[in-house]
């Protein structure tokens, strides 16, 4: 589960409703929370240079008074009054700084570009949409900073689990905007991931439209475009009438190698909806089954008649899913039976089908049971091919 900021709150001064401690005054870097401040927009106004600065909410209201430096004499004072406006004023913008300084994080934020509904429930309806979409687009960049592929169906969903547990969501007033705040310190491959990600979907959409060619979404996998991107896409779209969709990277830690200082938004409108609805398609059919030899715990025995049957195996090694259904001929199924009662693990060998979500193992053979120190010593999946380059018709390394 994502972190939402209405968690119990932690001990010590408290971000209102957001379950998180307020920063130290004395731990915060000026220059940083400056960043934040013009990020979310604020307006410079004066400030003798080097000594402090006058910063304006936008839209009028009380404004700060932020040391420049440090070293400044009354730096940590006006600090902590700076912290106290933005804690107590009830705009989101207010609220995402003090987010944004809570912890070393890089942005991700959602604006719908349609106007919303002025009813309660359909406000309502809109923040979990917008909210659900979100972490799907999280989720979908995870995955593509796993390793490339058009479709990942199950796959190292504990990866993506995990990954999510350390995103905090912002709030999404009336289903309009939302924020998510993803610490450097949990690593910022799926951020880079998603940040390029969402431009190589929008070139690919733009190619699709203009030409009518799909190529260029084969192309794009090496980017970290894949059918669940293009999904959370579609339900971005579909349901808001149109998304922009802005990443900024955390000032404090700066961007990462071979990233812009500011990227710029990056917009998709319903007109998008077709290609991305082929793009999306066409991944799941592209993705072919995997060989593979798979070692697991026998969890399920079923079968409704004498000649064999279908068993589940919670996988230990040798595939990125959590669990595989085998059907498996009479001996085999004998075998697998065997070991579920001596709690013994087995081998088995197949092809992990993509139909499905790769839920599923064919072609069985060879059921062997392991002892179970064999088991707990197996290496880990087979290392995955490095992302590159995807040529036309591929959907991109397996």
């Not at 307020?22 to 410079?44: E, K, M, S, T, Y």
């Not at 799907?136 to 960049?141: E, R």
């Not at 959590?322 to 059907?327: G, P």
Request: net charge positive; charged share 20%; proline share 11%.
């Amino acid at each position: 589960m994502h972190r939402q900021t209405d968690d119990p709150a932690a001990p010590g001064p408290q971000l209102p409703g957001a379950g998180i401690p307020l920063p130290d005054p004395a731990a915060i870097d000026p220059a940083i929370l400056g960043a934040l401040l013009a990020r979310h927009g604020w307006h410079r106004t004066g400030g003798p240079g080097g000594r402090y600065a006058r910063w304006t909410p936008p839209g009028g209201g009380a404004g700060l008074l932020v040391p420049q430096d440090q070293r400044f004499p009354e730096c940590a004072d006006l600090l902590a009054e700076a912290l106290a406006t933005l804690s107590v004023s009830p705009a989101p913008y207010a609220r995402e700084v003090l987010l944004g300084m809570a912890a070393l994080s890089d942005e991700v934020r959602w604006e719908r570009l349609a106007p919303g509904s002025g009813s309660v429930v359909a406000r309502w309806v809109a923040q979990e949409q917008l909210r659900g979409a979100a972490r799907a687009m999280l989720s979908a960049a995870a995955l593509g900073s796993c390793g490339r592929a058009g479709y990942y169906g199950s796959r190292y969903r504990g990866h993506t689990e995990r990954f999510l547990g350390e995103a905090l969501l912002g709030p999404a007033p009336e289903g309009r905007r939302l924020a998510a705040f993803l610490p450097v310190s949990v690593g910022r491959g799926p951020v880079i991931t998603l940040h390029r990600a969402l431009r190589a979907a929008r070139d690919a959409t733009d190619h699709r439209r203009d030409t009518g060619g799909v190529e260029a979404f084969d192309a794009a996998v090496a980017f970290g475009v894949c059918h669940e991107l293009v999904q959370a896409l579609i339900a971005l779209v579909h349901e808001g009438g149109g998304i922009r969709i802005t990443v900024d990277w955390s000032p404090g830690a700066g961007p990462p190698p071979g990233c812009p200082v500011r990227p710029g938004p990056v917009e998709f409108t319903p007109g998008d909806l077709p290609a991305l609805a082929d793009a999306a398609q066409r991944y799941v059919r592209g993705e072919p089954s995997l060989p593979v030899r798979v070692t697991g715990a026998v969890v399920r025995l079923h079968r409704e008649r004498p000649g064999g049957g279908v068993v589940r195996l919670r996988v230990i090694s040798g595939a990125d899913v959590e669990q595989v259904r085998i059907a498996l001929g009479d001996d085999d199924y004998r075998v697998a039976g065997q070991a579920h009662l001596m709690n013994l693990p087995v081998r088995i060998s197949g092809r992990l089908e993509s139909r499905g979500g790769f839920r599923r193992l064919t072609g069985a053979r060879g059921v062997v049971p392991l002892p179970t120190g064999e088991a707990e010593a197996e290496e880990p999946s087979p290392p995955r091919r490095p992302a590159g380059p995807a040529r036309p018709g591929e959907a991109g390394p397996r």
